[in-house]
């Protein structure tokens, strides 16, 4: 499989990692869009959100979580912050593995795009 995030999980691309457990690895975005660009995904290779199905959900709820997790220990959750999953090329989906951006650390302004 050719997939970047697969890439990065496997060590074989590096990254700065900001949290990594058993089900899920959280990295700093190369190319920021807020001061706090963090991009959380789940080790194992989900193509996109349409491949959600009630046997891999439970990851949807474990990134949340983690995102509000992160939030805290980057000092952006009492500001707020925003989490964003693009879907298929029209929703801005660039890499073909479920991720999730979590941005904050200015006011990010709506619509999005």
């Not at 491949?51 to 509000?68: D, L, Q, R, T």
């Not at 989490?83 to 619509?111: A, E, S």
Request: hydrophobic residues 40%; proline residues 5%; negative net charge.
């Amino acid at each position: 499989m050719d997939c970047i995030f697969c890439k990065i999980v496997s060590r074989q691309i590096p990254s700065e990692i900001v949290f990594e457990d058993e089900k899920i690895i959280a990295f700093r975005d190369i190319s920021p869009a807020a001061p706090v660009h963090i991009l959380i995904i789940p080790k194992q290779h989900i193509s996109s959100a349409l491949e959600i199905n009630s046997s891999n959900s439970s990851i949807v709820s474990y990134i949340i979580e983690a995102a509000a997790r992160i939030a805290r220990e980057e000092g952006i959750a009492e500001d707020g912050f925003r989490i964003v999953n693009n879907c298929g090329k029209d929703g801005g989906q660039t890499v073909n593995h479920l991720h999730f951006h979590l941005l904050g650390g200015r006011n990010l302004t709506w619509p999005p795009g």
